[in-house]
């Protein structure tokens, strides 16, 4: 059984891996699930795709208007 300290605990590790993953914390700071900020994965995906959009237009010598 999985007390809720330690169930807490294993919480706190995910999110501060998301949040690493993300690029938003250095690897050695510590993030607490108190600290997190929710984020909304499907946003991410598409801005990051529109990035990628924008830098190979700008490669190609097409720049944004």
């Not at 699930?33 to 490669?59: F, H, K, M, S, Y």
């Amino acid at each position: 059984m999985i007390d809720g300290r330690t169930k807490r605990v294993s919480l706190d590790e995910r999110n501060r891996r998301m949040i690493q993953q993300l690029g938003a914390a250095r690897p050695d700071e510590r993030v607490t699930l108190e600290q997190a900020e929710p984020v909304d994965a499907r946003r991410l995906i598409r801005t990051d795709e529109a990035d990628l959009g924008l830098l190979c237009n700008w490669e190609n010598g097409e720049l944004p208007e």
